[in-house]
Structures are given as structure tokens and as C-alpha cells.
DNA sequence: CTGTTAGCGCATTCAC
DNA sequence: GTGAATGCGCTAACAG
């Protein structure tokens, strides 16, 4: 029913291996036999079954790409780039890969479950995007799983996420969270911005906390006292943005600036303080992180820290791919740049 | 050196066959059986082969998602819905399923060769979304594969998509573009305008005829002349829309209104129109489509269509799993929703 | 409920 | 350069 190699062996008048050899290239084959068996495949309308491929092989042509949150453009654009690399020649049978995006909509178990299913598929490649949990038996977990992933022959990139342990063999490009989140708050202190608001990621997660000590450092370094009660967490969306801000003007309707976590956040922000008949930056400056395309069109345009998204994706999946040489160490810091905007101006009274 | 299922048996002192059971669930197991298993599993740190089960078994876990543009969050929304609804009980060995996200960047040949590998890897199911392109030589050759995945066993929906041939098989949730596009202008209508500028999507796409129909719809509805120079055509992006504008604007400086092919494209639009001087709405307004999640936040917000983007991906996910009643004639068309909001008014002078 | 027996379709040794 | 033989690891009958 379903056509076979053997099929088209057949039909070739070859034998099996040699049809093997001619659709993965990796062997020297006549120029009339390769015509024979291209044909008789074309002829055939035959499809190699991957599976068998793969089992036969020990390795698959499929590349597993872990997100927090697909629908998310931050991690969308850094998936496409990765996609965009891990094609063209040079896997198996044609050189097509998969690219398996797996949501783990920041959850840790299903993050080593997806793990375990690219395991579980010889995925040829793991690339995981975006921070990392903080916990420290999740952390380990994690970090196991990679070695053995590692070990089954995957290469493993981590994007946009901290290193894991030097043993794992993973390289790391990683953000420049921390530095980013200084510039931010320090561009707000050198326009004059005393009290500042500052809308946190959720608890526990690498950004969250590097982004969030990137604005203390400012802080401190300026003299400037670090209350508590300006710190709100919430998740990396939208409402969470508009229901801080809220918050954050309930506990001090003084405040001058607010520092989102995200871009996405931000947006929250700029809705709850037009809600309020707060005027930015007239009244209150915003800043955001990322530069996601949308950020240019906020009215104000958003003052951000533009992530290069794209091309961090590109590396690391060129990397994924061998195609790259690994950074030294196998970490690389990717520094992020301040985009002055609208939403940023001088504080009321200064 | 890599753990097997026999390696597995063994250590249970049970066949290879019960373990497979076991792990498949598929099969009544003595429970102190199926103990013994699970315990040998865990110890000795057993992952399936995924490979070598799909080939014996002639089918695989793994999902194919086609998209656009994966950093679109049109498409990473439904993606998402989609992915949400594959996972759980119901899979080989544990329920899991993989999702692999397709990116085509629009491209035919792209689509193609993405169906292809999904067919190599036995797909489990192919959930097409957004747009078709209209070219009959390549919407045969999709009709083609589609035919050729069902017959070999994959559920194939498309979502979003125009309905294929019905010899395919394929279920459809179809976006009443036309509808909505008619809608929009009507309302523009209603509020006085006459001279619409429209921006297009790219050509020979269903998605852009389709609404571009329904503005045209709309205005022989009322007898209002559909002048080409007003519409201008381009690619779904920021971009496209304001450079669209600056041309529309410059053909026609007294337009009242532009249409946008979507939300992202509107949001260009009024960039180049604040750019250009002109206020939304008093000067001239704007409307999108699709109410992607940054149209509110727009200032002021856009008034667009709604499309319940998670909802159907969702249930394109139930549909590809089996897990929903297929709609009568394999096709339900989902409506939009019209939502005024602040970037439409009345037209200056009227 | 459980064990035995055959392949699933292909890649890869070896020979020739 | 090409063919023949072997096994990748698992599932699915079929017995029992």
C-alpha cells in the first residue's frame, strides 16, 4: 500500500542500499544510477518514513525549541530566526529539519516533560529560550536532562536564558538583563526621576530577578533609598502591567516613573495611567524591555532596551546546527541597547 | 549502552511486551505488574525510543502546525490554542504529543515541502492556518498532499483557512473575512465617510481578497464608487501599512478614512498619518482587523474585527485529536465581531 | 492477564 | 560503485 524504499529499489532496478545512498547523499553514487532512482522516487511519488530513518540512524532531523509562550511576539520572533537556521543542507535525507516549538507557558514540569519527549525523539537539537526558573531542584533537573540529552548525541543551545552548568556541555548566549535594567532606571535618574514604581515578572525566574537587581543597582548607586512598596510582581502581560500600575499609584500617588518589566507589561502600564488621567511622560515617565516591534507605535513611543531577538535566534540555532563556532567558554553575553522615546521626559516640578 | 525496552523487561522479570503495554496504557496490566514495570523504569532512567515506536506502530506523536509567521502573534495565539489541546491523555506511551510548528514565511513551495516532511514523520494530525495562497497549480499540489496525508491517516484541519476540496477530507474553520470586511466599511459608511483609502494584503491570498471583498461589498452596497487608486497592496506588516499611507495620502490627501488588511498593518497606518500630521479619528480614520491583543492599547484603540483566534485553534486542536465532533459538511465559517473603538469618528466637515 | 513471534522501513556494515 | 545481510527498538497479533 504504503511505497518503500524497497519499491523503489525495485523499480530502480538497484538494491535498497543504494537507494539509501543516493536520497542522503553521503555516498558516492553514479550520476546514471542516481537519475534511475530519482526518477523511479519521483515516479513512485515516494516518501521516506522518518521514523524508520531515524530509528535506523539513531538520530532524528527534528530540532526541539522550548518557549514560555508562543503567542508571545518576544519569543515568536527568537523561534522564526532559530526555524529560519536549522534548514538547508546538511541532515539527513534532504536536509530538511523540524523545528518542534514546545509551549511551556513557564511551567517547570512541563518544561522537563517536553525535555523528555525530544529525548524520547533523538531530537538532533534542543534550543531553550527565555529565563530560567529559579529553584533549585527544578534547576538540577533541568541541568540533568541536558547532560543527558547531551550524552544521546543532542546539541544543546540555551537563548536568551542564563548558563547552565559547565558540565551539561550547553552553550549559553545570554542577555544582558541586569545591565539593561540599570540603563533603563538610570536614564529615568538622570532625568530627574526620584520615585520610581517597578512592575516585576513573575517571582522566581531569572529575568524577573536580573532585570529587577539592574534597577537597584541604579538605585543604589545614585542614593537612592529602595522601597519595597515600589515593587510589585505580576506575569509578563498586559493586565498584569494595568493592575500593578494601579496598585503602584494607590500605594504612592507621588510617583514620577514607572519601570515595566516588559515591553508587553508596559503597555498595561501606559493603559492604567491613561485610565487615570495620567498624562506620559508629563505626569508619569514609562520604560519598558525588549523594543518589541509594537513598542515604537505606543503613543508615546516606548523608551526600551531593544533585545536583538532575531539574531540571538539565528546564532543559536546556527549553533544548534554546528554551523557556528561556540563562543569562548561556551557563553556569550548579549548586551542590549537603550531606545530613548516619548514615554520617558522629565519629572512634573523638576 | 542506551537503556531498551528490553533492558527494561528484564529487570521486571516481565516480557517486552508487557512493558510496552504498560507504558502505552492501552492494555489491561496486573497492577503489581505494572508496578514492577514503572519501578524498573525509574530506575533505570528509561525514555522511550520514539522513533522505533512510531515505526512499529505506523504512527507518531507528532503534531504538524502550519503557520505564516511565527512572530505574529496572529498565528502564535492559534498555535498556542492548538498546542493547549493536543497534549493529555490519549497519545502513545503517556498521552503526550509534540507539536511541531511550521513556519512557511507564506511561501508555496515552503508549505509544500512542510507537509512532506510532516507526511515522512507520519504526522498524527496537520492543522494548516491563516490564509491560502490562490495560484490553482499550487492549491492542487496542496489538495494533492492533503489527500495523500488522510489517506495514509492524518487528520488534517485547517484553521482559518479556506475549505479544500472535499475529497480531502479536510476539516475547515473558516474566518468570515468577507463579512467582516463589510462590516468595517459599513461602519465607516455609517459614520459618513466616502473616500476610503484600503491596504491590502499581499496578492493572490484568500485572507486579502477576501476582506478586500467585503469592502468592496460594502461599498457598492451603497453606491459609492470603487475607485483602484485607492487601494494599494502589500504584506502584512508594520511596515507595508505605513508606507501604503504615505502613498494613499499622496494620491488622495483628502481621504477620510483608511481600511487596514489587519491590526498590525493599521498600526503602521497610524504612525504614517501622525507623521503626516493628521489626527485619528478627527482628521481621518482607522480601522484594522483581527483585535490582536496590542489593537486596544493603541492610542486611541482601533476599531477592528475580532477573531476568536484562541478559540479556534482550540478547537481545531480538539478536531485534529478526534476529540470534537467534526462540523456538518466538514466546514463551520466563525464569525468576527465588530469592535468600535476610539480610532473611527465622523469625518471632518460633516 | 502475559509471553512468543514477527516484522515495521531503513542505514549500514561487509563483501564483491 | 553496488548488492546482500543484519539489526536499530518497539508494537501487534497470536497463543496460552
Request: net charge neutral.
Amino acid at each position: 500500500m504504503t511505497v518503500t524504499l524497497a519499491d523503489v529499489a525495485a523499480r530502480a532496478q538497484v538494491s535498497p542500499a543504494t537507494v539509501s545512498r543516493v536520497l542522503n547523499g553521503n555516498y558516492p553514487v553514479a550520476a546514471s544510477t542516481r537519475e534511475r532512482v530519482l526518477r523511479a522516487v519521483d515516479e513512485l511519488d515516494y516518501v521516506l518514513n522518518g521514523p524508520a530513518s531515524a530509528l535506523a540512524a539513531a538520530t532524528s532531523d527534528l530540532v526541539g525549541i522550548l518557549v514560555n509562550d508562543i503567542a508571545d511576539p518576544f519569543f515568536g520572533i527568537m523561534a522564526g530566526a532559530i526555524q529560519s537556521e536549522i534548514g538547508g543542507p546538511g541532515g539527513r535525507a534532504g536536509g530538511e529539519r523540524l523545528a518542534v516549538v514546545c509551549n511551556t507557558g513557564g511551567s517547570p514540569e512541563r518544561e522537563l516533560t517536553y525535555l523528555t519527549l525530544l529525548q524520547r525523539q533523538r531530537a538532533a537539537a534542543v534550543v531553550l529560550t527565555g529565563g530560567a526558573v529559579e529553584n533549585t531542584a527544578h534547576a538540577t533537573a533541568v541541568a540533568t536532562k541536558l547532560r543527558k540529552l547531551g550524552e544521546a548525541g543532542t546539541r544543546v543551545v540555551l537563548c536568551g536564558r542564563p548558563p547552565a552548568p559547565a558540565d551539561t556541555d550547553a552553550v549559553a548566549l545570554t542577555f544582558d538583563n541586569r545591565g539593561g535594567g540599570r540603563e533603563l532606571t538610570e536614564h529615568l535618574i538622570g532625568l530627574g526621576h526620584r520615585r520610581m514604581g517597578y512592575i516585576a515578572g513573575p517571582e522566581e525566574r531569572t529575568t524577573t530577578r536580573h532585570r529587577l537587581e539592574g534597577h537597584r543597582d541604579a538605585l543604589a548607586a545614585h542614593g537612592i533609598a529602595d522601597d519595597p512598596a515600589r515593587t510589585v510582581h505580576g506575569r509578563y502581560d498586559r493586565r498584569a502591567g494595568y493592575e500593578a500600575t494601579i496598585e503602584l499609584l494607590r500605594r504612592e500617588p507621588g510617583l514620577t516613573a514607572v519601570v515595566a518589566a516588559n515591553d508587553t507589561v508596559a503597555l498595561g502600564a501606559c493603559a492604567a495611567l491613561r485610565d487615570s488621567g495620567l498624562r506620559i511622560p508629563d505626569d508619569v515617565s514609562v520604560v519598558g524591555f525588549d523594543d518589541l516591534p509594537f513598542s515604537i507605535d505606543a503613543v508615546p513611543a516606548l523608551t526600551t532596551v531593544r533585545l536583538p531577538l532575531a539574531d540571538a535566534g539565528a546564532r543559536a540555532g546556527r549553533i544548534a546546527m554546528g554551523r557556528e563556532e561556540v563562543p569562548p567558554g561556551g557563553i556569550a553575553t548579549i548586551r542590549g541597547e537603550l531606545m530613548v522615546r516619548g514615554s520617558t521626559g522629565v519629572p512634573k516640578g523638576a
